[in-house]
């Protein structure tokens, strides 16, 4: 079954989606079949953690712990101090943020020490670490890419890497006896209150990487922030920008119970050290993966190095991928502050803010007002009485294929994420390219780049609730003679040119409230609906820190 046909097919089974009785007047046209890219993430929520502790379990930890755990935090204790002066060596009279490598005697003499005593130190904690693979040399592979980034003791990677250069924060280097340590495996260090920061940050990336060997490698945790270790989530394409081969690092954490996973839900800094160090030994394994030498596609365009990466890991992990990102642990702290379930902030943001063309500031801003609406509720989430309430009108047949807009999974109720697409699909106005933007990739099904006439009439029958319609007439004349598919620069010339078209080919989800059929009065007064509270702006005519690194 193609794609169009299966879309169709899935639009016909859900609730009040079927075909229109001329007999019944008042029944709306059918739901049309909701773009793939935008459905739901496979893991809601990878930035929660809830480990349960079976009573067995606890009475072992207390054992154990009452012996181990003093023990255990003595010897961290005085590695770090036996490191110390390694470091204070290595760095003494050197700047905080370094021109030059460290070279010569100051690294012959500091760097196997402090490479030992960060194995003893990972040892002394209990960790059994299995090493796969075959570490990159410097000039096979001068960034090492590490994920899925979980908790503050993946640390481990570096140390079995051989110490690289990382990137931090740089709050981090001024960390008693820890910031001695990190300043001297020469990191790039980031400033948050420097406004130049990131642009400072990427030009020393890429002198590292391009220098041939002669600064360190670069070990860089891409997704930036902590996961449960249930997907992928959003690269960031810092260390892909110089194009320079990278050697991806797994991560796995093996344990019947994880007393690790460091999110933005779940246990402490402090709970996590004293539940790991009173295990018996807690495993871990580290795999280097083959280097993945970039094509000249890649290194023009960081964003799909990064995602190509991330799939091969992703693979290789046997895990999803996600479009989630630091953002969406801003709008999730957000969430709890206005007595949401912090989980209702999350949306996905890279997908969101890349199709929808939203930045940050602006979801936020819909997210006070989802709040507003959705804090009488009961799990955060918009039923259809809330939504009515908030409308200030009553429940009727209208309001309900409203209602049915935004809802895209048809659960019944509408979250933030549905209500932020419902926004931007429906009310946010935009200029002319990007309607037909939007337009081009919501008749493209399969996302292929083109619109065949199979997709066209699919998402036309569908919304205009005429399954019989013939659109071969209007289809030839967009592909002006080619019968078989659309591209965007041919769609876009027909949209520009005809733009009494313009409100079909915005979005099919407006062509719910067209009138092709004979509807009675409190339907036809639909598209008002657009000015009130849903659509908080008038449409105008005219052109349209605790888990990051």
């Not at 990972?122 to 001068?142: L, Q």
């Amino acid at each position: 079954m193609s794609g169009c046909a299966e879309a169709a097919a899935v639009a016909a089974t859900l609730p009040g989606t079927g075909v229109r009785n001329p007999e019944a007047p008042g029944v709306r046209p059918p739901m049309v079949p909701r773009q793939a890219s935008f459905f739901p993430p496979p893991v809601p929520n990878p930035f929660v953690q809830d480990t349960r502790i079976s009573a067995s379990s606890r009475f072992l930890i207390l054992l154990l712990g009452s012996i181990l755990l003093p023990i255990r935090a003595i010897c961290v204790a005085l590695i770090l101090i036996m490191a110390w002066p390694f470091a204070a060596v290595a760095t003494v009279g050197l700047p905080e943020k370094l021109t030059h490598p460290v070279i010569g005697w100051r690294r012959t003499l500091t760097h196997p020490a402090l490479k030992f005593l960060g194995r003893a130190m990972f040892f002394s904690m209990g960790f059994m670490v299995r090493v796969k693979g075959k570490i990159a040399s410097p000039i096979e592979a001068p960034i090492f890419i590490v994920a899925p980034h979980s908790t503050f003791f993946d640390g481990i990677a570096c140390v079995v890497a051989g110490l690289p250069s990382i990137v931090s924060r740089t709050e981090n280097a001024y960390v008693p006896l820890i910031g001695r340590v990190l300043r001297a495996i020469q990191p790039v260090l980031v400033s948050r209150v420097d406004p130049d920061s990131r642009k400072t940050t990427i030009n020393e990336i890429r002198k590292r990487a391009t220098s041939r060997g002669e600064w360190p490698q670069l070990l860089v945790f891409p997704e930036g922030t902590c996961t449960n270790r249930t997907c992928l989530i959003t690269f960031k394409p810092g260390a892909f920008i110089p194009g320079v081969p990278v050697q991806p690092i797994l991560l796995r954490y093996p344990n019947k119970l994880d007393t690790v996973t460091w999110t933005w839900q779940g246990y402490t800094f402090i709970q996590l050290c004293m539940l790991t160090f009173s295990q018996l030994f807690t495993k871990v394994e580290v795999e280097f993966m083959p280097v993945h030498v970039p094509n000249d596609e890649e290194k023009s365009d960081p964003v799909l190095f990064a995602t190509h990466v991330r799939n091969i890991m992703a693979n290789a992990l046997g895990v999803p991928v996600t479009d989630h990102t630091y953002e969406d642990c801003r709008l999730m702290i957000s969430a709890g502050q206005l007595t949401l379930p912090m989980e209702a902030g999350l949306v996905e943001f890279t997908k969101i803010s890349q199709k929808l063309k939203l930045d940050w500031e602006s979801i936020r801003k819909h997210l006070d007002e989802y709040a507003a609406i959705a804090t009488a509720s009961k799990g955060g989430r918009i039923g259809i009485d809330e939504f009515a309430a908030y409308l200030k009108l009553p429940v009727s047949d209208v309001l309900r294929q409203l209602f049915a807009l935004f809802d895209r999974n048809h659960d019944g109720s509408i979250d933030f994420r549905e209500y932020v697409i419902g926004l931007a699909v429906l009310c946010n106005p935009a200029n002319t390219e990007e309607l037909i933007q939007v337009a081009f990739k919501l008749f493209d099904v399969d996302e292929d780049g083109y619109i065949t006439e199979e997709e066209f009439a699919t998402i036309l029958q569908a919304s205009l609730g005429v399954p019989d319609l013939n659109v071969s007439g209007l289809f030839r004349e967009i592909a002006k003679g080619d019968s078989t598919h659309v591209s965007y620069v041919e769609f876009r010339s027909f949209a520009l040119k005809h733009p009494e078209y313009a409100k079909i080919f915005t979005t099919y989800l407006d062509l719910q409230t067209c009138h092709v059929f004979s509807l009675p009065k409190e339907v036809e007064m639909a598209p008002s609906i657009g000015h009130n509270k849903v659509c908080p702006e008038p449409v105008e005519d005219g052109t349209s820190d605790k888990k990051d690194d």
